[in-house]
């Protein structure tokens, strides 16, 4: 059975404290999205850079803060909240895949605190560009609500089960009905997993027809 996956950042076991970037001086406040006209998924904030829709490139910033104890090595992807930060080998295998879809924005890297704002590297700031519906109409437990989104009210196990079909062509998207995560495809899975990248953890679904 074919599968897809939740992709997002995680700690070395090595690092008891954790090592984690977000933006500096909360210039994340200036973003605006393109279109943030509401549909019926998940809310759409007019700063929203997770709502699967592009962002105007002239308001994102340009620095991103790292924490943690500065002898941590940096790691090769990050997540804040569901924003993808991520190496250049990341944003090539996405490419490969799908050329022009993804917005990648070069963001310099300083420790927390820095007030000499020296860069300690270069990462890429990933805007995915898919706003989709991929649950499964009939495979998810319990089953779907009549929107279409997961009943999160019951209790005991659960199955996300996703739709080859809705999924299509796509490679990374946000589910705009489940709203829990960055979803990536079976293919740019294989090409992620090649490149042994630290900080990053994924979890895998069913696809079927």
């Known amino acids: 059975m074919k599968k897809c996956y939740d992709i997002r950042g995680v ?25 943030a ?5 998940t809310r759409i904030w007019p700063n929203s850079t997770d709502a699967g829709r592009p962002v105007d490139p ?3 910033p340009k620095l991103l ?4 104890p500065k002898e941590y090595p940096l ?14 080998a990341f944003k090539h295998a996405v490419e490969e895949l799908e050329p022009g879809v993804h ?27 898919n706003r989709l519906v ?16 997961p009943d999160l009210s019951k209790r005991g196990p659960r199955r996300f089960v996703f739709s080859n079909q809705k999924i299509g062509g796509a490679h990374a998207w946000y589910d705009k009905k489940w709203g829990d995560g960055i979803l990536i495809s079976e293919q740019l899975h294989a090409k992620l997993v090649a490149l042994n990248m630290s900080g990053v953890k994924f979890t895998a679904f069913e696809v079927a027809d």
Not at 18 to 35: A, K, T
Not at 37 to 41: F, V
Not at 104 to 127: A, C, N
Request: proline residues 6%; contains cysteine.
């Open 58 to 60: 002239a308001t994102m």
């Open 75 to 88: 790691l090769d992807f990050y997540s804040m909240a569901q924003n993808p930060v991520v190496n250049e």
């Open 37 to 41: 006209t509401q549909d019926d998924g």
């Open 65 to 68: 803060e790292r924490v943690g």
């Open 103 to 129: 917005q990648f924005f070069k963001m310099q890297i300083i420790h927390e605190g820095d007030k000499s704002l020296r860069p300690l590297t270069e990462r890429y700031w990933m805007v995915i560009c």
């Open 11 to 35: 700690a070395p076991e090595d690092q008891l404290y954790g090592n984690s970037v977000h933006p500096y001086n909360r210039q994340h406040r200036d973003i605006r999205i393109s279109d």
């Open 134 to 149: 991929t649950l499964h109409d009939t495979l998810c437990e319990p089953p779907l609500k009549s929107n279409g989104g």
